[in-house]
C-alpha cells in the first residue's frame, strides 16, 4: 500500500526533487509521454484490442450465442418490433426501487463517483487533490486504487435488510461504472472485482441476497462511455498513455462532443470492435446473471450504436419474455420512444405521463458515489418526491453511494429506514396505484426536465397528489393545516365522496363537500409525519386504470 503524501510534502516533490524524474517521464521514449498528438484515435483503439486480445475467443462466443437466440421470441432485432416493448406489471407496481454506484472510485471518496475521469482533467480539483493527495498520475493512477478497494465489511445479505427495511421493491447496482472495472465475474476482463480487489463476486452476490429478500434485481451498465472516459490522460504525463494498462483504461480517444446531451454532435471514434465488445459485455450479464432491469448510462444514444443496440434489446426483452418481463432504463431520447421505460435523472415530469417512467436521483447531495462529508437529503423530500413521481405514474429509484470497505454510511441508512416507515403505514396509496384524472393540486410548481430536482419549492398544506387503487381515491397532503382545516378543489360535488379515512391510524375524517371542492376537518396535531394520506371511498368506486 502506497502511503499518502500530505500536499505540502507532494508540492515540493513536484517542484524540486521529482523535477528531473518527471523530464525523464515526459521523454519520447517514457511509455507515460503524452499521446493525444502522436497517436490517432484509430491507433488508441488497436492498442487496447492488442491489450484485450486473448479474451477474443470468449468475446466471440458470446456474440454468436447472442447470434443464435437474438429472434427466439416475439421480439426482432429491429425498431419497429422493439417499439412494441411494454414495461412489466411488477415493475409499474413496484414504484420505488435503491441504486448503488459502489466501484473503486469509492477509495479516493473526493468530489464524485467522476474522480477516475476527473483526475486526470488538468485544471480540475480532482486532478490538484490527487496530485497533491498520491503523487503524479504517472507514478500513481487510477489503477493503483484497485488494491485499495478490499471491501472488507461489504455483506450483501446486510444490505438486502436495509433495502427491504426502506420499502423498496427492486434494487439495481451498478455492474461497471465508467471506469472499466467490473463488479462482476466477466471472462472478458482481468479488471473485475473478483480477480483484484474485493475478490468477490458483487453483484452476484447481491442478486442472491436481493432475490432472497422477494425484491426484483437490476443491473447499471456505463460501460459505453469507457470508449473515451480517460482520454484526459493521453494529453499529459500519466499511466493512461501506457499500453500495458490499455485493457483498463479503454481506447480513451478524446471525446469531440460539444454538447452531452446533443448526441447527434458528438463525433467520438467508437470502432466495430468496441460495439462488438460492448455487446458481448452486457449478453454475458444477461446470461450469467439474468437481471429483471437494465439501466443504461446515455452515451448508447450516440449514432454509432443504432445498429448495435436493436440485437441487444431484441435479445434480453426475448429472454426476459419467458418469465415476468424485463425493463431497459434510457434517458435523453436515447431509444425511441416505446422502445424501453424513459428515465429522468434527477428530474421530474410535469404532468401525468402515457406510459410508465422512471427518475432516479441520489440520496446524497453531491455524488452518486460515496464522498468524503457528503450531506443526504432529508426523509421528507425523498417521500414528497416519490408522491409527486407515483401520482404522474412513475417509479422513483434512490441511489445510495456505500464507503469502500462495504459500509453504507449511517446518514444514508438513517434516511432508508425513515421512507420505509412511512411506507409500511402508506404503502397502500403508492405500491400497485394508477394515476387519477389529475395528478395533484397546490400552489407549487414543479420543475420539470433533467437536474432539477432539487429547484422545487418545499411544498405547503395545498399541495396534494392524488393516486388510485382498490377502488378507492387516495390524496396526498404534503403538509399539515395550522389551522386544522383543509381543502381539496379537484372533488367536486359530482364525485360524491362516501367516506374519508386517515391512513395512518385508520380514523374517519369529518367532511363537507360542495361545488367548490372537498373540506376536511382535521386532528389538531398531525398524524404520521411527513406526508399524510386520505382514503377516499367515491360512490361510485374507481375503476383501475388499464
Known amino acids: 500500500m502506497r502511503p499518502r503524501l500530505t500536499p505540502l510534502l507532494a508540492l515540493a516533490c513536484l517542484a524540486f526533487s521529482c523535477r528531473s524524474a518527471l523530464a525523464r517521464d515526459n521523454s519520447p521514449s517514457s511509455p507515460t509521454a503524452p499521446t493525444a498528438t502522436t497517436q490517432t484515435p484509430y491507433t ?29 421470441g416475439p421480439f426482432r432485432p429491429d425498431w419497429a418490433s422493439l417499439k412494441a416493448y411494454q414495461s412489466p406489471a411488477w415493475y409499474d407496481d413496484a414504484k420505488f426501487g435503491i441504486f448503488i454506484h459502489w466501484g473503486v472510485y469509492s477509495v479516493p471518496a473526493f468530489g464524485s463517483e467522476w474522480y477516475s475521469r476527473n483526475m486526470y482533467q488538468q485544471g480540475t480539483k480532482e486532478f490538484a487533490h490527487h ?55 466477466s471472462k472478458l476482463s482481468d479488471w473485475t472485482a473478483v480477480k483484484k480487489g474485493p ?68 463525433w467520438t471514434y467508437v470502432s466495430q470492435a468496441w460495439l462488438d465488445d460492448w455487446l458481448a459485455r452486457t449478453a454475458e450479464i444477461i446470461d450469467d446473471y439474468h437481471p429483471d432491469l437494465i439501466y443504461f448510462d446515455w452515451w448508447i444514444g450516440h449514432p454509432t450504436f443504432r445498429n448495435t443496440l436493436p440485437t441487444l434489446l431484441s435479445y434480453y426483452y426475448n429472454d426476459g419474455a419467458k418469465r415476468d418481463g424485463v425493463v431497459v432504463n434510457y434517458k435523453l431520447g436515447d431509444l425511441p420512444e416505446g422502445a424501453g421505460t424513459l428515465d429522468i435523472e434527477r428530474g421530474q415530469l410535469t404532468g401525468i405521463h402515457a406510459t410508465h417512467w422512471q427518475t432516479d436521483t441520489s440520496i446524497s447531495n453531491d455524488s452518486w458515489g460515496y464522498v468524503e462529508h457528503d450531506t443526504y437529503k432529508s426523509p ?37 429506514r425513515s421512507i420505509g416507515a412511512w411506507l409500511k403505514v402508506n404503502g ?39 393516486t388510485t387503487g382498490n377502488g378507492k381515491l387516495y390524496a396526498i397532503e404534503l403538509g399539515w393545516p395550522a389551522s386544522g382545516k383543509v381543502s381539496v378543489h379537484a372533488l367536486k360535488a359530482a364525485d360524491k365522496v362516501n367516506r374519508v379515512e386517515l391512513l395512518a391510524d385508520g380514523r374517519d375524517v369529518p367532511f363537507t ?34
Open 199 to 266: 475478490k468477490r463476486d458483487v453483484i452476484g452476490l447481491l442478486a442472491k441476497a436481493i432475490r432472497g429478500q422477494g425484491m426484483h434485481f437490476g443491473i447499471s451498465s456505463h460501460r459505453a462511455e469507457h470508449d473515451w472516459f480517460f482520454d484526459g490522460g493521453r494529453h499529459f504525463d500519466s499511466d493512461v498513455n501506457d499500453p500495458a494498462n490499455a485493457e483498463l483504461y479503454g481506447p480513451a480517444v478524446d471525446h469531440l462532443s460539444k454538447h452531452d446531451e446533443i448526441l447527434a454532435d458528438d
Open 380 to 416: 421528507t423530500f425523498i417521500i414528497h418526491l416519490l408522491a409527486d413521481v407515483v401520482s404522474k405514474n412513475g417509479n422513483l429509484m434512490l441511489n445510495i453511494g456505500p464507503r469502500a470497505d462495504g459500509t453504507i454510511p449511517q446518514g444514508a441508512q438513517d434516511t432508508l
Open 44 to 72: 488508441q483503439d488497436q492498442a487496447w484490442q492488442k491489450a484485450s486480445a486473448k479474451f477474443a475467443p470468449a468475446r466471440q462466443a458470446i456474440l454468436a450465442g447472442v447470434a443464435a437466440k437474438v429472434s427466439d
Open 428 to 466: 397502500e396509496a403508492i405500491y400497485a396505484s394508477k394515476p387519477w384524472r389529475v395528478y395533484g393540486e397546490g400552489p407549487t410548481e414543479v420543475v420539470g426536465g433533467t437536474f432539477q430536482d432539487t429547484k422545487t419549492k418545499p411544498y405547503t398544506a395545498q399541495d396534494f397528489r392524488f
Open 131 to 185: 496530485v497533491a493527495t498520491y503523487g503524479p498520475q504517472s507514478r500513481f493512477g487510477y489503477k493503483d486504487f484497485v488494491p485499495l478497494f478490499k471491501a472488507e465489511h461489504f455483506d450483501a445479505d446486510a444490505w438486502a435488510t436495509l433495502f427491504r427495511e426502506a420499502g423498496a421493491r427492486y434494487v439495481v447496482p451498478v455492474a461497471e461504472h465508467h471506469d472499466g472495472f467490473a463488479m462482476y465475474d
Open 513 to 546: 363537500q360542495d361545488a367548490k371542492g372537498l373540506h376536511l376537518t382535521l386532528p389538531t396535531q398531525p398524524v404520521g409525519s411527513d406526508a399524510y394520506v386520505y382514503r377516499i371511498t367515491l360512490a361510485a368506486p374507481i375503476k383501475a386504470t388499464p
